[in-house]
Nanobody, 117 residues
Framework: QVQLVESGGGLVQAGGSLRLSCAAS????????MGWYRQAPGKARELVATITSGGRINYADSVKGRFTISRANAKNTVYLQMNSLKPEDTAVYYC???????????WGQGTQVTVSS
């Protein structure tokens, strides 16, 4: 029983920046991975970035050098700083939490990011 709430999406011009936040609540999380995924209309959901409770990070090649993921473990909160945004980044961005123990996975409801050209 975990609830994830995303915030920070919106409209931005190409080259601009947005910062997404996701706060998790409701359960004993133990060791986990939190991350961001995105899904554009007509396309499959894809990984953007993940970060473990120990600080290990990975990024999709398409966002390396532009996006930065971070987390505050005490609050089970994950952030995604998105710089140099491109129209191709337009998608619904979903927060994800994966518990290593028990193999539980939870998703937020998504926040829309729209990048205009």
């Amino acid at each position: 029983q975990v609830q994830l709430v995303e915030s920070g999406g919106g409209l931005v011009q190409a080259g601009g920046s947005l910062r997404l936040s996701c706060a998790a609540s409701g359960s004993d999380f133990s060791i986990n991975v939190m991350g961001w995924y995105r899904q554009a209309p007509g396309k499959a959901r894809e990984l953007v970035a993940t970060i473990t409770s120990g600080g290990r990070i990975n990024y999709a090649d398409s966002v390396k050098g532009r996006f930065t993921i971070s987390r505050a473990n005490a609050k089970n909160t994950v952030y995604l700083q998105m710089n140099s945004l491109k129209p191709e980044d337009t998608a619904v961005y979903y927060c994800n939490l994966h518990k290593i123990v028990g193999s539980y996975e939870y998703w937020g409801q998504g926040t829309q990011v729209t990048v205009s050209s």
